[in-house]
């Protein structure tokens, strides 16, 4: 099994108080006037919609942040599945799906489990970002994800955030750069989480040390989660 921790640390009440006064300032700048804000705050939507217009701008705020900075997609506590089979279970019961290259890799005796609980980070990024290039090779893209302080993602973290990522857009894959272990036509490969019209699915793909990767290829970027670190 998988556990998807909470990311952030609570708001203090400092905090809180500065935000309050930053509404209160704009609630007296707001040219709607008295009329305009009574209606505002007789919106039963008010709060809701307060929060997406938050979450929108910290989206745009993080892309700001040095990519080892920014907050997680999610942050999951691993190492709790005592077997292969537990963990390719747990995925299926989450209603999700396996393909026979990637139940190839998991396979493999290399493909290993973590020995005990830890909470990870995953950050999304894609290959131009984390690289600064269009094409690079595997080994490239592993040394990038190493000198900006990222980790090899643990094995079973795509089957985790398979369970996690239960929104995940349609037509979008992520790839998890966990060492690459041999499928069982001996090529090296990797996992990643799919989503298209039939479903949601841990998928496997090349890692061979030659592979080129596109820029636009989308990663999910592990680091360990920072309270645990």
């Given at each position: 099994m998988s556990q998807r921790t909470s990311q952030f640390k609570p708001i203090s009440d400092g905090l809180a108080?500065?935000?309050?006064?930053?509404?209160?300032?704009?609630?007296?700048k707001f040219d709607g006037g008295?009329?305009?804000?009574?209606l505002v705050k007789g919106d039963p939507e008010f709060q809701e919609s307060l929060f997406k217009h938050w979450q929108q701008r910290v989206a745009l705020r993080a892309r700001l942040l040095p990519l080892i900075?920014?907050?997680p997609l999610f942050s999951l506590e691993l190492g709790l599945w005592k077997s292969k089979d537990g963990m390719i279970s747990a995925?299926?019961?989450?209603g999700s799906k396996f393909s026979d290259w990637a139940l190839q890799v998991i396979g493999n005796p290399e493909f290993?489990?973590?020995?005990?609980?830890?909470?990870?980070?995953?950050?999304?990024?894609?290959?131009?970002?984390?690289?600064?290039?269009?094409?690079?090779?595997?080994?490239?893209?592993?040394?990038?994800?190493?000198r900006?302080?990222?980790?090899?993602?643990?094995?079973?973290?795509a089957c985790s955030v398979r369970i996690a990522y239960s929104d995940q857009p349609m037509n979008e894959w992520r790839v998890l750069l966990s060492k690459p272990v041999a499928d069982a036509y001996?090529?090296?490969?990797?996992?990643?989480?799919?989503?298209?019209?039939?479903?949601?699915?841990?998928?496997?793909?090349?890692?061979?040390?030659?592979?080129?990767?596109?820029?636009?290829?989308r990663l999910l970027l592990c680091r360990k989660h920072p309270l645990a670190a």
């Open positions: 108080r500065e935000i309050g006064r930053m509404h209160e300032d704009a609630a007296r008295t009329f305009g804000i009574e900075e920014r907050p995925v299926e019961s989450a290993t489990l973590l020995p005990e609980p830890g909470v990870y980070d995953f950050v999304p990024s894609d290959v131009g970002e984390l690289t600064g290039k269009n094409q690079v090779k595997t080994p490239e893209l592993y040394v990038a994800q190493s900006l302080g990222f980790i090899e993602s643990p094995h079973e973290s001996g090529d090296l490969s990797v996992l990643r989480v799919d989503r298209r019209g039939d479903g949601s699915w841990v998928s496997g793909g090349f890692a061979d040390p030659g592979r080129v990767w596109g820029g636009d290829e």
